[in-house]
Structure formats: C-alpha cells, structure tokens
C-alpha cells in the first residue's frame, strides 16, 4: 500500500495552503453533512474568550450570545454568503476598532486576482451548507486556511463586529473577520493595528508607506498607476489629542483607516482639479469640504465623466482633493505582489528578482541584541548578501522581513526584529558564508538603516550602486528568539523598456534634400507628388518615428490629427499636401522637435501641461494663462500630459491662426469677417 506524503508537495502554498490548526475544511464539513450536524469550532468557541475578556470589560458590552446567520436566528430573511459579488459596500464596521482591517478588505474587494486567494468559492449557505466556513491567509511566507464556524457574537439583533449591509443580508465579512480573529487568538487581537500587516496578510505582497507631505507632487497619476498594477492601496489619518476614533467638524474621523479606492484629474473651470476617491469603513461619516458628496465643485463641474465618477450617496465613500488630502491625512500604504517605489521620478518599471529566506530564527543577546548599530555584531547574526553587478535607475533594492506573530495581544508597538545594510570592501568579499570581527568596526557606518511602521513588517527601499552589500539583523533585548522571513528584491534593468525611451530620428539631416529622403518621400505619395492625411499618417509614423514610444495616452500620429495638419497648410485646398507645402510642414516638425527635445529633458515622451507654456515661449508666441489652460484640456491626456503630435497639432495652429489674424485684421485689434469666411476659416482650417 502507497503511503501518502506529508507535507504534501507545496504544502504552504496559494494552492496548496497549511491546515491552521490541523483542521481541514473538506473533512470537518463531510463529517457533520454525514451525521446531520451544524459544525461547533472547539479550537475558537461560541465564549468570552474568543471575544476578548478586555474588550467585553472596555467596551461594557454584556457577554454576547451566539447565533447563526438563519433565518430563524439573526434574520427574517435568507443568509447569503455573496450575493452578486463582493464590494467594499458589503463591510459595515461595528464596535472592533479594526478599521486597520476592514479599509485593507475594502481595497481587496477592488482586485479579483488577491480576492480569490482569501474567499475560496466552495462554500454557501444553500449547496452543502454544514456551518462551516474557510478563509485564507498570508503569514511568514506560507498560505494558511483558517476554518470557522458561523456563530457570531450578538447582542439582541445587533452585531457586536462587522455587521451585513442592510437588506443584502451577505455574511462573507462577517465570517472573514472572525477567521482573521481566530488567526490572531481573538477579536481583542484585532481591537487596534497596523495596516501594513493586514494588506500583507490578505496578499503576500510587500506592503510600503509614506508620508503623505513628502510624496511627489504627481501623487493622483502614482495612484492612478498603482491602481492599474492591481496594487491594494489605503491611508489614514493622523492621531487626534485623545488617541480615540472622534469624527471632527469636516467628517473626517482621527486616528481612522481609509480605503483609498480611486483618483482622477478632473476638468473644473478653465483647468484641471486632481481629486482622489476615498471610503471609510464606517459605512458613513463622509469629508464634508471641497468635492465632497453634494459640494458647489460637483455642481459646478462640467466635465463629461461626472456622472460616471459621481454619486450622492451615504456610503462612506467621498472625493477629496488632492491638497486637502495631502493636509488632512498622514500615511499611504500602497501593497502589490512586487515593489511599487512611489518616490522615484520615473515610472515605475523594470523586472524585480526575488530571493526567499524561509523559517530564519536570531537569538536575543541581552549584551548586543537591542544595539542599534553593527558596531560589535556578533557571527551569531544571520547575515545576508546583495550583488548589484550593473547600475539602474532610483530605487533598484528592496529589502522586507515578516515576523511571525506571537498569537498574543501586545501593546508594545516596538518591532522585535532590526536591521542595517553595509557594503562590503573588496577584502572582506572572498567568504560569503560569514564576515570577520574587524568587519564590525565602530567606525563602519551603514547604508541606511530600517524605517517600518507596523511590529510585524520592516521594509525599506535602497538605490544601491555596483557592489557587495551585507543585511546585518538584530533582535531587541527583551525577546530570547525572533523567527521571520526575508525577501530581498533586486530590480533588473529592463532594456525592453529603455529602448523604448522616446528618442527622434533626426530631421535636419533628412528632408528636404537627400536623394535617400526623396525616394522615401516619393514612396508614400501619389503619383502627382502630393500626399494625402492617411499617407502622411504612414510616412511620420513609419520613417520618422517608427520604433519610438511616444507617452502613455497611444503611439504616433493619428489619422484625425493628419486631417488637421493637411487642413491647416492646404492652401490649395483639395485635401493634399503638395510637395512645396509638405517642405514647409518639415520645417515646422524640425522646429517643433528641437522645443520638445528642450522641454522634455528626461525624454519620457510627453511634456507636463505644467510645462507646456515653456514650449509655447519657445516658439516665439506668447498666450494668456486662460487659453493655456484651455490647450491642456484640447490636447492634453487625462493626466494633462502632451504627446508630440499633440504639441505639433497646438504649435501648428497656433501659428497659422495668428498669420490668419494678421492677414485678416486691418487695426490689428480686431477683424471683420463674413459668416462664410468665418465658417471657412474655422470649421477647415
């Protein structure tokens, strides 16, 4: 007879998670469908305990009761599991100040992809249902599944803890939150914590703060990117005078957790307003200044896209903008299966490279463990070493320790564990396995040190040029032994994507004149040497920017953008350029590509539209602020930014609608024209 192997292949993964507690979904639930029972958790039951004997006592609850979602017990209506998928709309926070968690799971309901891992679909309250539920988790590098009962703690009618939407009557946040309480040893477990640690829990990705004043000034469009990375994304506010969850006089709530859920930039009067989406886990208790639900900025805002991006609603979700964000919020945590480096000026891109160290323990030393230098670091501590071979661009290291929770409620907000980086010298770089005594010189300085916000995750960003570095780990005094997991993250320069920087093929040298520019000229032309919108289209796009990545909105020319330059230098007016016309056009494209080459310095292939009256200086031209916000909005993407056809288009006619005044005007204040020349002059031109 085969003997099963255990642990079986994979055990601790996505698909293959550890059994918390030994107790196995499949199995407990065929036993109690067999002999006709509801399943009764022994492992975390229907008690005090499970509650939390300090929460029950703080709170001045009575002890709770236990029932279950039936329509009997808790309700006159059918439970539902899910009832037309999940939405953060589902979680209403009850008593537990667990917001930490619930605006982590109201970021996860907005990715399908990390939602799946935690929410397995083999259970309901109508197919097999036994009372028995299962939920999935990340802790220390291992997937774990964590099976409940559903029993929840009521008093009354009324829900201790997270509590279904009225009249939708689903129960998947409840029973998620009680799994994630079982996971910690209680709901009190749960009563306060970092967000960190939930976003990492609900994806095993890697979970990054910042503070919010010291972001970027392009914060909406690294929202707006994390957000299309699939990224998990919250924020909270800053602590009021008490430490308590109090709601202010402008609806935010101090000390709170949000789920940060969107950000646009919006057309507002004759520019653009950046705003970003945020819900609170309340359920109410909006933002009641610019943007927010029913503000004179909605009412006043004719952009296109309000009626899809707005809606009225007691819902705990709002808009605010940006500087009001900025001033009323503390920290962002941005969380995805790879580093999001939110700080660095270029997109993010690039391939990262992971190195895993599974079950690493470090021993206290009551002499040398709580120091917080390398200075006389012992051969005791685990050492781990990083090999940059080639230089890349910002933030090309990232390191990540997850220490496994110790199950138990502390209020100690110190992380056990702490680390330092040093780059090795060429003479010490021969053994890997370890490093000498006077390695540890006290006048050895470290890279950087660690910066965390949470007792559980330490990560830390690092631009770290060629070389051999070293992680030097260290464990305060207090703790005799730390077990953790370490991801080190090396990012790859991506050559994909740096040959696809924008650069010109350059034009002085290439028309007119040139008998090799002639024939390429002549190949895309009719036979009477003119050239029509759609050739134009194939000659910029296939001899003159072929290969080149010009920004993010789309590549090229486009044909409605080759209708107007056609339209604008037609003099003949028969929907062609000839060749003396087209001549003329080349000079204007080498113009306009030596300003945009000036302007756009980092040749990310597209101007800001905060940049764009630096071309229009260059040009020669000078505009009001009123019309240069109003070219942003006409030629601009969604995030204000200008491609290259979009400056040539503007530049162009801004240029031949200010011969056309002068040709036109007889005082130069002003001009005279007939309904048909103006029709003329404004509906081709």
């Known amino acids: 007879m085969a003997h099963r192997q255990w642990p079986p292949r994979n055990y601790g993964s996505r698909e293959n998670p550890q059994r918390f507690k030994q107790q196995d979904f499949n199995t407990l639930r065929d036993w109690c469908l067999s002999h006709g029972k509801l399943f009764e958790d022994d492992v975390f039951p229907a008690g005090v305990h499970s509650v939390g004997q300090q929460l029950i006592r703080d709170s001045n609850i009575i002890v709770p009761k236990w029932k279950r979602p039936w329509v009997s017990e808790l309700s006159r209506s059918p439970a539902h599991f899910i009832l037309d998928g999940t939405s953060r709309f589902d979680v209403q926070q009850g008593i537990l100040g667990d917001c930490w968690v619930l605006a982590a799971l109201g970021s996860l309901t907005q990715n399908p992809k990390f939602l799946k891992d935690i929410i397995p679909v083999d259970q309901s309250f109508t197919q097999q249902y036994a009372g028995i539920f299962h939920f999935r988790f990340w802790q220390c590098g291992q997937w774990v599944d964590v099976v409940v009962d559903d029993r929840l703690p009521v008093q009354g009618q009324d829900y201790l803890f997270v509590r279904p939407r009225q009249h939708s009557n689903e129960f998947w946040p409840c029973l998620l939150e009680k799994a994630y309480a079982k996971l910690h040893g209680s709901y009190f477990s749960l009563h306060s914590g970092h967000l960190s640690e939930a976003l990492v829990d609900f994806t095993g990705g890697v979970a990054m703060w910042f503070n919010v004043q010291e972001t970027p ?104 903008s940006y500087q009001d964000f900025r001033e009323h919020f503390s920290t962002l945590y941005i969380c995805n299966e790879t580093p999001i480096p939110l700080n660095s000026e270029d997109t993010p ?211 409605p953008e080759c209708r107007s330059i056609v339209a604008l230098l037609d003099l003949q007016v028969n929907g062609r350029l000839d060749r003396s016309e087209f001549d003329q056009l080349w000079k204007h494209l080498v113009t306009y590509q030596d300003i945009f080459q ?62 056309a005044f002068r040709n036109l005007t007889e005082d130069g204040k002003g001009l005279y024209l007939t309904e048909t020349q103006w029709m003329n002059l404004s509906m081709y031109s």
């Open 349 to 559: 891109g690039g391939k990262w490279n992971l190195t895993k160290y599974e079950n690493q323990r470090i021993q206290g030393n009551p002499i040398m463990g709580g120091r917080s230098s390398g200075h006389g670091a012992s051969r005791k501590n685990p050492l781990y070493f990083i090999s940059v071979t080639e230089p890349v661009e910002g933030e090309n290291v990232v390191v990540t320790f997850t220490i496994m929770a110790t199950r138990s409620k502390s209020e100690d907000v110190t992380i056990p564990l702490s680390f330092q980086l040093f780059k090795v010298d060429p003479q010490f770089q021969e053994k890997n396995e370890g490093l000498p005594p006077e390695f540890f010189s006290q006048f050895r300085n470290p890279v950087q040190g660690a910066s965390f916000k949470s007792r559980r995750h330490v990560t830390k960003y690092f631009h770290l040029p060629p070389g051999t570095y070293v992680v030097v780990t260290f464990v305060n005094q207090e703790e005799r032994e730390v077990e953790f997991f370490l991801r080190i993250f090396q990012k790859e320069q991506d050559t994909h994507r740096n040959s696809n920087k924008f650069s010109f093929r350059e034009l002085k040298d290439s028309l007119p004149g040139g008998s090799s520019s002639e024939n390429n000229f002549q190949r895309h032309t009719q036979q009477d040497f003119s050239i029509d919108p759609s050739q134009l289209q194939s000659f910029l796009n296939g001899e003159f920017l072929k290969g080149n990545s010009l920004g993010s909105r789309r590549n090229g020319f486009t044909l």
């Open 217 to 320: 000034q392009d914060l909406v469009r690294r929202v707006q990117e994390a957000s299309a990375s699939g990224s998990l994304m919250a924020c909270c506010t800053s602590q009021g005078l008490t430490g308590m969850n109090t709601q202010l006089a402008n609806g935010l709530v101090s000390g709170h957790a949000y789920t940060v859920t969107g950000a646009k930039r919006i057309q507002y009067g004759n520019g653009w307003e950046a705003i970003i989406r945020v819900w609170n886990p309340w359920g109410s208790c909006e933002w009641k200044g610019r943007w927010s639900d029913g503000s004179e900025e909605w009412r006043k805002c004719q952009d296109p896209r309000k009626n899809k991006l707005y809606e009225n609603k007691e819902d705990g979700e709002f808009w605010i």
């Open 598 to 659: 000036k302007v756009d310095k980092k040749k990310s292939g597209f101007l800001l539209g905060s940049d764009l009256w630096k071309a229009v200086h260059e040009s020669g031209f000078s505009i009001s602020d009123e019309l240069l916000a109003r070219m942003v909005l006409r030629y601009g993407d969604e995030a204000g930014r200008i491609s290259f056809p979009d400056l040539v288009c503007f530049l162009l006619r801004l240029k031949i609608m200010a011969k």
